[in-house]
């Protein structure tokens, strides 16, 4: 079977996606497959690269940029036939179910979420209501429109402090990676966030800030849901960006986290209820706040999470007793499934 690996992007994650494709090359069973590298160049062109058959043909990340050495190729030049597309797209206009659309139309398969779990997980705002109209606990917050903005800035960021308090976290309601998310801890800084925020989307998520461990599940499956052990974020603040997340490596995963065997319950409970909520199938990674006095909140989930050295969905498999190779089998094998279940019903519905 040949693997279509889609990656880079027009997103503010094409870096990010780069460096997942290249850890996902280096793990993918070559004696099963194949794989053909597309790279999206970030003025969206789409490139081929030459066969990969063997790991040893990729030495780094850097090979992986096809901007001088690729061929175009469209879309539709992908055959049907003894074929999956991998989409390793973080961000909109890959994680946001605009390229799983396009798979759905070309009845190619591919690997991960569908078109509704993968626009309803990327949206922080959408998401947010249908985690709480699933009765999960989600910290209050204020979402604010572009246009409104324009309008009237002083009226919003009143709305903002009448419902919250400092300190506050700003968030393009579109965006992941901890891109375009300041902390604000007074007006300036809440003015100066939202600015930041509006960068990279047309909506902005204002959150109250609280004073909480970063725990992470991952989820597994389609029908059949399968969750990890949960894992901590332990940084040296509260509250870490792109840099600390990416470059410098500030962020220190303990995997599986120090909690209770009833908090461990609880969480992977609740990380499962969040993925049926949106409709999920494939992968997500669902990240949660623990409080000291072991109240959780849902943060939000990530339906393609990183899969960089430093990225914690493989690692929180790896540790739950699934190696990584295991790990990129068995999504390959979710996508080949939940193809041939949409097929079946297409047909029944004939």
Known sequence: ???????????????????????????????????????????????????????SQINSS???ILDEIGEDIHFSDIPKENTI???VLHGPN????TVQGLLEVLEIPYVGAGVLASATGMDKIISKVLFKEAGLPIVPYYQVKGTDWNANQELVINE????????MFVKPSNMGSSVGISEAKNREELVDAVVKAFEYDRRVLIEQGVQAREIEVAVLGNEDINTSVPGELVKKQQFY??????????????????????ITKTLREYAARAFMAIDGNGLTRVDFFLTADEEIYI???????????????????EKTGLAYGDLIEEMIQLGLRRFKA???????DR
């Open 1 to 55: 079977m040949n693997i279509f690996l889609v990656y880079g992007g027009k997103s503010a994650e094409h870096d990010v996606s780069i460096l997942s494709a290249y850890s996902i090359l280096k793990e993918i069973y070559y004696n099963y497959y194949t794989v053909t590298p597309v790279y999206i160049s970030r003025e969206g062109k789409w490139l081929k690269g030459a066969e990969i058959t063997d790991p």
């Open 62 to 64: 850097q090979d992986l």
């Open 85 to 87: 597309v991998f989409p």
């Open 94 to 97: 890959g994680e946001d179910g």
């Open 160 to 167: 903002a402090e009448s419902i919250l308090s400092y300190p």
């Open 241 to 262: 960006d792109y840099e600390s997340k990416y470059i410098s490596n500030e962020v220190v995963p303990q995997i599986p986290a120090k909690l209770s065997e009833e």
């Open 299 to 317: 943060n939000e989930v990530n339906t393609f999470p990183g899969f960089t050295n430093y990225s914690m969905y493989p690692r929180l498999w």
């Open 342 to 348: 949409r097929q079946n019903q297409s047909l029944k």
